[in-house]
């Protein structure tokens, strides 16, 4: 597997309207894109820093992942997502190594990535999401 560098940072929050102006007012950061994900009942603010982002992500629905997670445990950090090339074999190749995966397969996801995520139990408690851009 080839990961190049953390692509973003998730953090839950209930509210965009409120929490982007933290982003931008108080850490002088630039909300450059908000997309609403559908099939993850989720809405999205990007902010870029450097190589790496933010992604707050607030849910459209309380039955949505965003949303059992804040109900569960509150606003804060939802998971850390690396930059991968090979999203596919990367998955082949940790599943043989016993990681326990939520995604078999790579699915869509904010910024048109395709996305994968590990499960907690395997990741020592960290939700870890892989991207590949075949964009680029």
Avoid: W
């Amino acid at each position: 597997m080839k990961i190049s560098h953390i692509e973003h940072l998730g953090i839950a929050v209930n509210s965009l309207v409120e929490a982007i102006p933290y982003y931008e007012d108080m850490l002088g950061l630039k909300c450059y894109a908000v997309e609403e994900v559908i099939d993850q009942k989720v809405k999205t603010a990007f902010f870029q820093i450097g190589q790496t982002k933010i992604e707050l992500l607030e849910s459209t629905d309380p039955e949505g992942p965003i949303g059992k997670f804040i109900e569960k445990r509150g606003q804060g950090i939802h998971h850390v997502a690396f930059a991968t090339e090979g999203l596919e074999d990367a998955l082949d190749e940790l599943a043989e190594k016993g990681v326990q995966l939520i995604d078999k397969k790579p699915r869509k996801g904010a910024e048109g990535l395709d996305i994968a995520f590990l499960h907690p139990k395997s990741t020592f408690g960290v939700l870890t999401e892989l991207c590949e851009n075949k964009n680029i």
